[in-house]
Antibody, heavy 124, light 110 residues
Framework: EVQLVESGGGLVQPGGSLRLSCAAS????????MSWVRQAPGKGLEWVSV???????YYADSVKGRFTISRDNSKNTLYLQMNSLRAEDTAVYYC??????????????????WGQGTLVTVSS | EIVLTQSPGTLSLSPGERATLSCRAS???????LAWYQQKPGQAPRLLIY???SRATGIPDRFSGSGSGTDFTLTISRLEPEDFAVYYC???????????FGQGTKLEIK
């Protein structure tokens, strides 16, 4: 059974740092595309970052230069290092697997497995 | 940057009725990279539809997706009580890789 479990959220002051973890089971993180998606309180979903199986990483403009996505293959765990945090980074952070789908000559990508989320609150 | 606009913002219907949710892109989107998600309060999103029209594993056939180019639709043929939730469309762009979500449509019980 595929499972994603996030941890590491909490209350942090503006300008501070936090590292989120996402422990995966039922599949291999390093063989998949993995992402972080966040949701501010009462708001919609916002994509944050992705790491490809080959190791390439990409970020939303809102977090570029402040957040770093990484993985530990030995622990089958995904991370998000968040630095220079701002009030607008307050959100529930979800890790999600970006699944590949093949059929009828087409190729699709979609977030097919999600963790339960971890809340990050940036406030003084 | 592609913007996805969902309409209506809120849809009030009764169980048994048909729901039609719209997702419009600011420029043409590959159907292969258009997905729909359902989110209930306090829960993570759940994948419903990928590739604009393919149902994800375990999704009932009352859910269907259609569309191409800039206009996409999620249809729920006969609403069940458990279908009342918020629905998001999402697209993947490749240059550079990024993902965009619509602002969501809240489907509420009338």
């Amino acid at each position: 059974e595929v499972q994603l479990v996030e941890s590491g959220g909490g209350l942090v002051q503006p300008g501070g740092s936090l590292r989120l973890s996402c422990a995966a089971s039922g599949f291999t993180v390093s063989s998949n595309y993995m992402s972080w998606v966040r949701q501010a309180p009462g708001k919609g979903l916002e994509w944050v970052s992705v790491i490809y199986s080959g190791g390439s990483t990409y970020y939303a403009d809102s977090v570029k230069g402040r957040f770093t996505i990484s993985r530990d293959n030995s622990k089958n765990t995904l991370y998000l290092q968040m630095n220079s945090l701002r009030a607008e980074d307050t959100a529930v952070y979800y890790c999600a697997r970006l699944g590949h789908y093949y059929g009828s000559g087409s190729y699709s990508l979609a977030f097919d497995y999600w963790g339960q989320g971890t809340l990050v609150t940036v406030s003084s | 940057e592609i913007v996805l606009t969902q309409s209506p913002g809120t849809l009030s219907l009764s169980p048994g009725e048909r729901a039609t949710l719209s997702c419009r892109a600011s420029q043409s989107v590959s159907s292969s990279y258009l997905a729909w998600y359902q989110q209930k309060p306090g829960q993570a999103p759940r994948l419903l539809i990928y590739g604009a029209s393919s149902r994800a594993t375990g999704i009932p056939d009352r859910f269907s997706g259609s569309g191409s180019g800039t206009d996409f639709t999620l249809t729920i043929s006969r609403l069940e009580p458990e279908d009342f939730a918020v629905y998001y469309c999402q697209q993947y762009g490749s240059s550079p890789p990024s993902h965009t979500f619509g602002q969501g449509t809240k489907l509420e019980i009338k």
